[in-house]
Nanobody
Framework: QVQLVESGGGLVQAGGSLRLSCAGS????????MGWFRQAPGKEREFVAA????????LYSDFAKGRFTISRDDGKNLVALQMNSLKPEDTAVYYC??????????????????WGQGTQVTVSS
């Protein structure tokens, strides 16, 4: 079982940056595609970004393109999400997730495991 812990969230002003990290313990997530999802209060969970098992391809939601960058370091069992030019609408709890599918997708149902605590990102205007 892969245990994931998200960190790096916080309070930032609009236009600022944050770097989220997802650390794996137990079984490595080497060989799994990895994704970031988010959920704002009263809203559905939504896809943010994903990176393939090899790190060779990435997928971004429209709102993340050009502002967010996902990366992985399998040697450290770490996945990161660099978020720049943050907007108040980016306020949400962010979660990282391993994929059960070979290809990464935008669907949370293609990921597996329990949803952890996530990390809160709050962007003030």
């Amino acid at each position: 079982q892969v245990q994931l812990v998200e960190s790096g969230g916080g309070l930032v002003q609009a236009g600022g940056s944050l770097r989220l990290s997802c650390a794996g313990s137990g079984r490595t997530f080497r060989g799994y595609g990895m994704g970031w999802f988010r959920q704002a209060p009263g809203k559905e969970r939504e896809f943010v970004a994903a990176i393939s098992w090899s790190g060779g391809s990435t997928l971004y939601s429209d709102f993340a393109k050009g502002r967010f960058t996902i990366s992985r370091d399998d040697g450290k069992n770490l996945v990161a999400l660099q978020m720049n030019s943050l907007k108040p609408e980016d306020t949400a709890v962010y979660y990282c997730r391993p994929y059960k599918t070979v290809a990464v997708t935008t669907s949370p149902s293609d990921t597996f495991g329990s949803w952890g605590q996530g990390t809160q990102v709050t962007v003030s205007s």
